[in-house]
């Protein structure tokens, strides 16, 4: 890289620094953001070809985002320390949702916890089951991957959420599970173990508020739409 090179690139990057800092979080584009956390690790490199390939591979910023640091080395071509740029800001970007829904009741702070569920969930490439379990005021005690694969009618998964319910001593949960087709709509079998997980809760005096399907083109509750 030539030192004039070098410097309309350390201009660039000072001038997308400028508007972040004047203008805020929607100052910078999709690509624009990526090629900046690029440049904290690889500052003599013009990242913003990287940062334009790294969102059409994966489909977008949210995709990118979220997706396994191995998947992202391996379709960017990057080394450790610009993976960790990126995965490091999905990392504060969820601890700074997870904050809006923690020690306070959970159904007082429903977007909140609407907006946290979709920015850890919405692309993994995965089915993924977690409970969100629930002291007597509603606060949340504890977010816990339950386990991976369709949501089915197993009655090993229904014990095991009681279990783990009594074990905690919650009074109440959410199902939450993700579709990585994307579209949240509940299907048969969603709808038959969250009605079994109502009726054993119901015996043990455990409620169940809702089951929430993420999906990246947004998300269903089962409650909202009646089916429980």
């Known amino acids: 890289m030539t030192a004039e090179a070098s410097e309309d690139g350390a201009g660039h990057r000072a001038r997308l620094r400028q508007r972040l800092f004047e203008g805020g979080p929607d100052a910078l584009l999709d690509h624009e953001l990526v090629e900046y956390l690029l440049a904290l690790a690889i500052p003599r490199r013009d990242t913003k070809p990287l940062a334009r390939k790294l969102l059409r591979d994966f ?9 396994d640091a191995e998947a992202i080395a391996r379709v960017g071509g990057i080394g450790e320390t610009a993976v960790a740029a990126l995965k490091t800001a999905h990392a504060a970007a969820l601890r700074l949702l997870k904050e809006e829904v ?25 089915e993924r ?24 009618e197993s009655a090993v998964h229904v014990r095991e959420i009681m279990r783990r319910a009594l074990d905690l001593h919650a009074t109440a949960l959410i199902l939450v599970h993700n579709h990585p087709s994307g579209d949240p709509s509940p299907s048969p ?19 169940v508020h809702d089951h929430i399907i993420i999906g990246a083109n947004g998300h269903a509750s089962m409650k909202g739409m009646g089916l429980i």
Do not use: C
């Not at 079998?189 to 409620?207: F, N, S, V, W, Y």
């Open 189 to 207: 079998q969603d709808i038959r173990i969250t009605r079994d997980i109502i009726e054993a809760g119901r015996h043990l005096k455990i409620g």
């Open 129 to 152: 089951v977690r409970i969100l379990f629930l002291n007597a005021r509603n606060v949340l005690i504890r977010d816990e991957p339950m386990w991976e694969g369709s949501v089915d």
């Open 102 to 126: 923690t020690e306070r009741p959970v159904l007082g702070s429903w977007q909140a916890l609407l907006d946290y569920l979709r920015a850890d969930m919405a692309h993994e490439g995965i």
């Open 59 to 67: 489909g977008g910023f949210g995709a990118l985002m979220t997706a």
